[in-house]
């Protein structure tokens, strides 16, 4: 097993995978579940002023591939709607009985600085290893002026991450609403308000399906939806790309990042810790399969580092940053070309029609006779877009080959049509 | 999935109960979960091998592709658009050797797509609804079509015709509609009375009328058809059953395996039909399969399968011949029969063991013989000529032109009395479809109307 303890923030995790603010991590008989199934931390689900929230009935909408597998979730639920010193008596019990795992405790409330500096000192006095500012809920809160009505402003998130920065002596996240034109932005904002770490993404504004004979967005509660949050596979991309952009940016370097965003298997962690992540946050992958997940997280994680060599997570942190790059310094004159193992190929005619269609023209089918038919690539025509090879069911079937034109690297900017 | 049928044991016979289990659906219908879950398997090939390796080129890929996006009724209607009898092709076809065994699938060694249970999937479930015919009339074109035999290919004739807009006529010698759908397949593949159901469906189009009783030969005349109607439409099939030309083919026992699997097709109560302890089916088809496991299923204690030929020539699929064996069908190959052996009924039979040599068959001159209260023969059946007088015919199948016309002017022929390829179900719902369009060119060509 290689080493995948690390440190977030400056505080010590057995290993990188914790469990978001969400349901799950909604009360200590689920929390102790999840760190007798192995999970490093918790971030508590969000905590606000008493009296506590009201939930509705019908709470989740999904989205789901025709495969019948969940591509995505939507949310509609609030934060804990249990009180305020229930959660926190809980808090302090778990931290006794678990000593060597994280809980974060995550909080908001209106704009008033008395509201988020007296309920950061309660969740803080609890024993939390931290504390996350929850400016990023898309739904319900926001239209009582909490959450991504916070988060969107980005004066607001530097003053509510000041305010908790004065009264607590512990670590500070503030979670991001990916809502938003550019991350970057309530990224800094975060960091001139003196947040050790940002958490995102938290979750993206969604309606996932409209139920077309109730002619209502679902999930429907009485014959009504609303819009909510929606997180699971369907979101890592865009979380990905925020990460990604916070990561290499100059002006906020050392801001650290606790990524979230439909982490659910040891691959998707893999990229967010090559994108520079600290740490990682998981929840729709376990409210689909439960906590046992974890073990193949962990043991992927190990796996693909010991295949690697790498000892620890800090070896491979951050070592896809430096690809990551502004499209202008892409090389125009790289050139790949698709190729089709004919031995593996079953014929399918996938690329031909993808090609024909949508692209290039490039994939010439063949009569091989007896039925039988196959399908080459025309070099002349093929711009090695990739649509083939996704599009192929075969694993490994078409190979995208660079191939070498004699021409030096060029980018947009130096390119002549540009000068 | 083949359920596990009951077979009689200790020497007691089968009971009602358990011989009505026997003849319930082979497979069992895909429910919505493994519906999808075989529709998955689909890759939605771009032009697909399979739509070719169809007769009536259904868009098996589309099909799918409809059951996937829950489109359960547009899939059926595009099944049934190719092939009016999807229902009856979804149980019955040997997709091992059509559609199935083109699935790309199998390229890469993983079992092909479920076309055949994902097609039943899809037409039962437009069935079951009680909603309006699929498919609407063109505009009356006040033509009338004379149909001989009700069976897969005058059905689809019928059927597409009517779609055309023509009136037909069809004229059925037996007292049912569906040919062998009704009468010959066997009845594990045709469950719960489908053919007359499928017929009904089918039906329903409007301007299709049946006459039952009407022989070609007695009751009606091709002659007195082509004077009463525009056009007329023959697919009656192959009427005769080959015999075996053997001493003693005579005695009580000999029957022919068309015969057996009719009166078993029509049987209300299964249990009262009589079956041999040592039943022997001649033949190497699937006809002769279908014999040999109805018979185990009623309760014969040894059935077994001759056939005077190996395995490898069997005209019978590999399918078919494992779940003849899965039956516990003994199956005896190499051997010719020889004589029909019994006094007064027939007690055993003989056979020539047979050897091949330099590609000819030749008697081994060595002879066996097996203990046999019945013997079923399916070795084949032929085109009854007699009533086709005036019609060129021949090695026993009516002569059509790429039009499905025949030697007489405004006379069509399909089905298995054409020879337009397998004896399928299939074929003759394509031959029928097809027919149908030429018919409808000959007669907006020949414009002016009887007089």
């Known amino acids: 097993m290689s080493d995948l303890s690390c440190t977030i923030a400056g505080i010590k995790s057995i290993n990188p995978f914790w469990l978001a603010s969400a349901p799950p991590t909604d009360k200590q008989y689920n929390v102790e579940r999840a760190f007798e199934a192995g999970w490093a931390g918790v971030v508590w689900k969000t905590l606000g002023e008493n009296p506590p929230v009201v939930n509705v009935s019908s709470r989740y909408g999904v989205h789901k591939d025709r495969n019948q597998s969940v591509m995505g979730i939507n949310n509609i639920e609030l934060i804990s709607d249990r009180s305020l010193e229930v959660n926190l008596r809980e808090i302090e019990d778990v931290r006794r009985k678990w000593p060597d795992r994280v809980i974060i405790g995550s909080m908001m409330a209106p704009i008033d600085e008395q509201a988020w500096k007296e309920l950061a000192i309660k969740i803080a006095n609890s024993g939390v290893h931290g504390i996350e500012l929850n400016l990023g809920c898309p739904h319900g809160m926001c239209e009582r002026g909490m959450g991504s009505a916070i988060g969107q402003v980005p004066e607001l998130v530097e003053q509510t991450t000041r305010w908790v920065r004065e009264v607590v002596d512990i670590p500070v996240f503030t979670k991001l609403t990916p809502n938003i034109t550019n991350i970057l932005v309530p990224a800094e904002a975060a960091m001139k308000g003196g947040a050790h770490a940002v958490s995102l993404i938290n979750t993206v504004n969604s309606i996932v399906s409209v139920d077309l004979d109730a002619m209502a967005p679902t999930p429907i509660v009485d014959n009504k939806g609303t819009h909510g949050g929606y997180c699971g596979a369907a979101v890592k991309p865009i979380a990905l790309n925020m990460v990604a952009e916070i990561a290499r940016a100059e002006d906020i370097q050392g801001m650290e990042i606790s990524a979230i965003g439909g982490i659910e298997t040891w691959r998707d962690a893999a990229e967010f810790i090559a994108l520079g992540a600290s740490g990682l946050q998981v929840c729709t992958a376990a409210m689909l399969y439960g906590f046992r997940i974890i073990d193949d997280m962990t043991a992927g994680l190990s796996q693909f580092m010991k295949e690697k060599g790498y000892r620890t997570l800090d070896d491979f942190r951050g070592k896809a940053i430096a690809n990551t790059v502004d499209w202008n310094q892409l090389n125009m004159n790289f050139d790949t070309k698709a190729f089709i193992d004919k031995d593996s190929c079953i014929e399918c005619g996938r690329c031909h029609i993808a090609c024909e269609d949508t692209a290039h023209q490039a994939i010439v089918i063949g009569d091989k006779g007896d039925g039988r038919r196959d399908f080459t690539v025309d070099n002349d025509e093929c711009v090695g877009c990739n649509l083939c090879a996704l599009v192929c069911p075969v694993p490994e079937c078409i190979e995208m080959r660079p191939v070498d034109n004699g021409l030096p690297p060029l980018t947009w900017p130096e390119h002549p049509a540009n000068i | ?451």
Request: overall charge negative; hydrophobic content about 40%; glycine content about 10%.
């Open chain 2, 1 to 451: 999935m083949v359920e596990k049928p009951a077979y009689p044991a200790n020497g007691c016979t089968l009971s009602a109960a358990q011989i009505e289990t026997n003849f319930s659906d082979l497979h069992k219908p895909l429910s919505a979960t493994q519906a999808i879950s075989a529709a998955d398997s689909c890759i939605y090939c771009y032009d697909a091998p399979c739509i070719n390796a169809c007769p009536t080129s259904i868009d098996i890929p589309t099909f799918i592709h409809q059951i996937k996006t829950a489109n359960i009724t547009g899939s059926a209607e595009t099944i049934l658009a190719a092939n009016i009898m999807g229902g009856t092709c979804a149980r019955a076809c040997p997709t091992e050797v059509l559609c199935e065994q083109a699935c790309v699938r199998n390229h890469t060694g993983e079992e092909p797509v479920q076309i055949g249970a994902l097609q039943r999937y899809a037409v039962d479930h437009l069935m079951a609804k009680d909603a309006p015919h699929p498919f609407s009339r063109a505009k009356d074109s006040g033509k009338h079509i004379a149909i001989i035999g009700a069976g897969p290919a005058g059905l689809s004739c019928a059927h597409r015709a009517a779609m055309l807009g023509h009136d037909v006529t069809i004229f059925e010698a037996k007292a049912k509609p569906g040919g062998l759908n009704e009468y010959g397949l066997a009845a594990y593949k045709m469950a719960d009375n489908y053919a007359q159901r499928e017929v009904e469906f089918l039906l329903d189009i409007g301007g299709i009328t049946l006459e039952y009783g009407q022989a070609l030969g007695q009751q009606v005349s091709l002659k007195d058809l082509q004077t009463r109607f525009d056009a007329v439409f023959i697919g009656v099939g192959l009427g005769d059953a080959n015999t075996l030309n053997l001493p003693g083919n005579t005695l009580p026992g000999v029957e022919n395996a068309i015969t057996f699997i009719e009166n078993l097709r029509q049987s209300e109560d299964k249990s009262e039909l009589s079956i041999g302890s040592n039943v022997v089916v001649i033949g190497g088809g699937n006809t002769a399969i279908d014999a040999a496991i109805q018979a185990k299923r009623l309760g014969a204690k040894h059935v077994t399968l001759a056939y005077r030929r190996g395995e490898a020539q069997m005209s019978a699929t590999d399918w078919e011949v494992d779940l003849a064996r899965s039956n516990g069908v003994n199956i005896e190959l190499w051997a010719s029969p020889a004589a029909l052996n019994g006094s007064a009924a027939l007690e055993s039979i003989s056979f020539d063991s047979m050897i091949i040599e330099g590609g000819a068959y030749k008697k081994k001159g060595e002879i066996f013989t097996l203990p046999a209260d019945q013997v079923l023969v399916a070795i084949g059946q032929t085109l009854s000529t007699s009533e086709l007088q005036g019609l060129n015919i021949e090695k026993g199948k009516v002569v059509v032109n790429s039009r499905a016309e025949t030697s007489l002017k405004g006379v069509f022929a399909g089905g298995d009395c054409i020879a337009s390829g397998e004896d399928l179900t299939v074929q003759a719902v394509e031959d029928g479809k097809q027919a149908a369009h030429a018919i409808d060119q000959y007669l907006s060509a020949n414009s002016e109307t009887r007089a």
